[in-house]
Each structure stands twice: as structure tokens, then as C-alpha cells.
């Protein structure tokens, strides 16, 4: 799932007194950190500021727009405060944005069998119709049944 198309001047409209050129500075810093998507409404990340921690902010949107924010840090009251500013500029500018790690999907479904499986497939395809041409494409690749095979696993050595 894409990140909402959110030009520049939307998040400068959402910041006040310098937010938005000190959010510019932060991430020209390099200060977002570890920026992930960990599910299909939800970004993460860390933004080191002058404090030995880094804030903790998490960005809400839905398939439109940006729906809720949050910072740990204590200066947003009604506006977007600098670090939420590099987040967000960060995204944008991030074609593909990092997903939670298959480490973290293994474990969600470790205790999951089949019939567990299937049914979660079925909700997640029924929630967003579009998997289903990305499940037949995985799966074909998976099982090397796709449409045009490749012919390198055909003619390999038969034994070792
Ligand atoms: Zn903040």
C-alpha cells in the first residue's frame, strides 16, 4: 500500500513557527531513523534530536490522507513539530517504503495451521481485492509455475 500522495506544501501547512525548515534540516541530517511501515495505515520511525534519546513518532494515514500523528516529543500542540516534518518528508521521497520484517510476519503466524492460514489469506485479499493478482503471482513464482518457467530449473543436474 502506497503512502497518500502528500505534496510538500500540505505538510508545510501543517507546521508553524520554522517547523517545517527545521524538519528539512533534520533529514538532511540524516536524523529519521529505522522508518517503516508496520501495517497498511501505520509509519514508524525514530528521529534523533538534540536529546540523548530519539522521539518516537508514528504517522497514521488511510488510502487519502494523513490521519493521525504522533511525536513523543513535547512541542506539537495542534501542529506538526520537526520531527513528524522529517518523517513524513522522508516518505515522500521513499519509492518503496521499508515493510515490517519477515521475521516479524513469521512470528505473527507461527501458531497459525493451515485452516488458520487460508482464512487469514482470505481476510487480507477480502480487505484489499488487489492481493489476489499479487498472491497468483507469488505463488506462481514460488512453485516455478508461472507463465513462462524458468528454463534453467528444467535442465539442471539430475543428481548429484
Ligand atoms: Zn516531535
Known amino acids: 500500500m502506497a503512502f497518500p ?3 510538500k506544501d500540505d505538510i508545510r501547512d501543517h507546521t508553524a513557527g520554522g517547523s517545517f525548515e527545521r524538519g ?3 533529514l538532511a541530517n ?3 531513523q529505522s522508518l517503516k511501515q508496520t501495517d497498511n495505515h501505520t509509519l514508524k520511525a525514530k528521529v534523533q534530536g538534540t536529546d540523548v534519546h530519539p ?5 497514521q494515514f488511510d488510502a487519502n490522507q494523513v ?3 504522533e ?3 513535547p512541542y506539537h500542540k495542534g501542529t506538526w513539530c520537526k520531527h513528524i516534518v522529517a518523517v513524513l518528508l522522508k516518505a515522500l521521497e521513499s519509492d518503496d517504503l521499508p515493510k515490517t520484517e519477515p ?3 513469521a512470528d505473527l503466524v507461527a501458531d497459525l495451521d493451515r485452516d488458520g492460514l487460508v482464512s487469514l489469506v482470505e481476510r487480507l485479499v477480502e480487505h484489499d481485492p488487489r492481493l489476489l493478482d499479487q498472491l497468483k503471482r507469488e505463488r506462481a513464482r514460488l512453485t516455478g509455475n508461472a507463465e513462462h518457467p524458468d528454463p534453467s530449473s528444467a535442465d ?4 548429484a
Do not use: E, F, M, N
Open 5 to 7: 500522495s502528500l505534496t
Open 24 to 26: 528539512q534540516q533534520y
Open 30 to 32: 540524516g536524523a529519521v
Open 71 to 73: 511525536c513523543t516529543c
Open 103 to 105: 521475521a516479524a510476519v
Open 156 to 159: 539442471g543436474p539430475a543428481d
Open 67 to 69: 490521519t493521525d500523528v
Open 55 to 59: 522521539y518516537l513518532v508514528s504517522i
